[in-house]
Structure formats: C-alpha cells, structure tokens
C-alpha cells in the first residue's frame, strides 16, 4: 500500500465550520514578533501566566505562550468564545479538555509542538491524537527501538537499509506517541503493546493492539506533512472522516 500524500495547508476562511464528520489539523509557528506574544499572554488565565515565567530560557517562555494563545484562539473559533472564556479541565492522566456548561457537545483537541512548530488536532465526534518530532540523524533509533517498540517495529527497522533508518523510526515513533496521546491514559498503555507501520512504502496504520485486539478496527493513523524538517502524526477514533489542514496566520 502506498504511502499517503502530502497535504496542502491553506489559511483559513472568516467562517470555519467543523461537521461531525471532520477532523482540522492546525500548523503554527511559534515564534513570532513581541507584540503578538504580549497579547496571546494577555488571553492566558494567571496560572497559565505562572506556567510561563517558569522557563529560564525567553525564547521557550515566549513559545509556550504563543502556543497556549493559539489553541484558546483556535477553540474559541469553534465554541463562539473569546479566547480567554476558554476554561480546561484535566483527567487524572493529566490530558486537558474543555469544560462546557449544559448540554454542549463536546470539542475534542490534542497539541503537538517541536522546536517552533505546534500542531493542533480539532474534532466534534471522535477523540484524537497528534504528534511531531524534529529530524534529528543523532539519535541512537536501534537502541531506543530495542528498547520501547514492539518486537515487530524492532525488527522491521533493522531490516531496513541504515540510511531510512532514522526517518522511519520518526516515523514509527510519532505514530505510537499519537496513538497514545489520543487514549490519554499516558505511559498506563506501554509502548511496546502495540504495533505500527514505519517502511517508507507503507500507508500510516495500526497492526496489532494487545491492550484491545479489536482497536486495530476503530482506530485510524494518518502521516501529517508540516515542514521538511519535521515528522508527524496524527490518531484518530473511527473512519468515515474528512481532514482539513489549516495554516495559522501569523
């Protein structure tokens, strides 16, 4: 099976309905002019606020800022709300949501972001999951294999030429973080109880779940193409859905 194409991020209209059979991937860049910086901060609740001036370095500071501003203007596009009427809640694994009053159907999302670059995933009915890595050809990809991927990725990488090697096991591993992410049960679903594709000529899938046999039928992977210099993923709960890229302006 081929591999999927790359997508085409386009800025987004005034109006940006989100039907239930959609899932949006937002791409951001998080390091932008002062002023901007200033007043996504201005949208931060004060324990946010706090969050930010416990980094040492400006530039990581001024980045958790911008991305923090960024999802509560991309949540507050769909929900009607201001960005500062944003209000998140947490689960015991520490995954944030959003708290609606009522009725509302809920709005799920899930944030990525490395280096300068953050990746929103935006959907009505269905959870998701999302995930971006950095290319990096330093990283011993064998050994942190052997280590925390299934026997299967282990060995599907090693039988690759040792030039794919590092891009595949990016690959495999922002798939596998996606996959995670979107369960929100953290490091309680280990790595190595799951399976992924990682070969350069096969489509983003699940191939087996230990945890749940039957997962490998609800739930799709999807490569996301962001940046040359970057590796992506994204999960997403069901089939029978449509994905819009979108570019923040900015």
Not at 99 to 119: C, D, K, S
Not at 206 to 227: G, I, S
Request: glycine fraction near 6%; charge should be neutral; include cysteine.
């Amino acid at each position: 099976m081929a591999a999927s194409q790359p997508q085409v991020w386009l800025l987004p209209p005034d109006k940006l309905p989100l039907a239930r059979d959609e899932v949006h991937v937002w791409r951001a860049a998080l390091d932008m002019p002062k002023a901007r910086v200033e007043a996504f901060e201005q949208t931060l609740t004060p324990d946010e606020q706090q969050r930010a001036a416990r980094f040492h370095f400006p530039h990581l500071r001024q980045r958790f800022i911008s991305g923090r501003g960024i999802l509560r203007a991309i949540l507050g596009r769909y929900l009607d709300l201001a960005p500062q009427q944003i209000h998140f809640g947490y689960t015991s694994y520490g995954k944030p949501f959003v708290e609606l009053e009522g009725n509302a159907a809920p709005l799920h999302f899930n944030v990525t972001h490395a280096g300068g670059m953050a990746l929103y995933a935006v959907a009505r009915a269905r959870l998701v999951g999302i995930d971006i890595e950095e290319q990096c050809q330093a990283r011993d990809a064998a050994g942190i294999a052997e280590r925390f991927f299934s026997p299967l990725e282990y060995h599907t990488l090693l039988a690759l030429p040792s030039a794919e090697r590092p891009l595949a096991f990016l690959r495999c591993w922002t798939r596998k973080e996606a996959y995670i992410k979107a369960h929100g049960l953290g490091l309680s679903l280990p790595l190595d109880q799951f399976s992924v594709t990682l070969a350069p000529s096969e489509v983003a899938r699940l191939l087996r779940t230990d945890h749940d046999p039957a997962a490998v039928n609800h739930w799709a992977l999807r490569e996301l193409t962001p940046h040359p210099d970057y590796v992506a993923a994204m999960a997403v709960e069901g089939y029978g859905w449509q994905l819009a890229c979108w570019q923040w302006p900015g």
